[in-house]
């Protein structure tokens, strides 16, 4: 059964740093282009980064030169390392297998951040 | 990269049919055949119902169907039930290798 957990989610100040991980099962994460997307409180979904199955990446313009997007093929896991945070970044974080392009097939239960002084 | 245009809200009886709709630009959802659907309920994960403009994934009820004209793509739904009651989501492929959403129609089965 394919399944992604994500973890790493919790309380941090403005302007600090925190790594999210999304650990996959029953499927190859190198072999996916995986996906960052997130939601604000009572807002929508909002697409935040892609890591290709060829190593490129791509990030949304709100996060561009903050945020980082890596994976450990050895632990089939892929991370989000989320630098200069601020107030605005507070979303849960869904991690998502892409397919097509812009079609997230199979997305984890969310892991929450929250920025806050 | 700017959100697409969604209704905030859409409603219908149960057997009644919906749409949704979803307007871009010539960047995204008028520049190619990658729009997708998701149906998310509150506190669960996204699901994907549409994508390739109008391809159900594996288990998606052929009551749902999309489509797309121009810069507007359409989310159909038919025979609405209460289950269907949810926020629903379009997101488009960008020329910038990135993604866009909808700001997410709440729809509301009466």
């Known amino acids: 059964e394919m399944q992604v957990v994500e973890s790493g989610g919790g309380l941090i100040q403005p302007g600090g740093s925190l790594r999210l991980s999304c650990v996959a099962s029953g499927f190859t994460v190198s072999r996916n282009h995986m996906n960052w997307v997130r939601q604000a409180p009572g807002k929508g979904l909002e697409w935040v980064s892609v890591l290709h199955s060829g190593g490129s990446a791509y990030f949304a313009e709100s996060v561009k030169g903050r945020f980082k997007i890596s994976r450990d093929n050895s632990k089939n896991t892929l991370y989000l390392q989320m630098n200069s945070l601020r107030v605005e970044d507070t979303a849960i974080y869904y991690c998502?297998?892409?397919?097509?392009?812009?079609?997230?097939?199979?997305w984890g239960q969310g892991t929450l951040v929250t920025v806050s002084s | 990269q700017s959100a697409l245009t969604q209704p905030a809200s859409v409603s219908g009886s149960p057997g009644q049919s919906i749409t949704i709709s979803c307007t871009g630009i010539s960047s995204d959802v008028d520049g190619y055949n990658y729009v997708s659907w998701y149906q998310h309920h509150p506190g669960k994960a996204p699901k994907l119902m549409i994508y390739d403009v109008s391809n159900r994934p594996s288990g998606v009820s052929s009551r749902f169907s999309g489509s797309k004209f121009g810069d507007t793509a359409s989310l159909a739904i038919s025979g609405l039930q209460a289950k269907d009651e949810a926020d629903y989501y379009c997101s488009s492929f960008t020329t910038n290798n990135t993604v866009a959403f909808g700001g997410g129609t709440k729809l509301t089965v009466l």
């Open positions: 998502a297998r892409g397919g097509p392009p812009a079609a997230f097939d199979f």
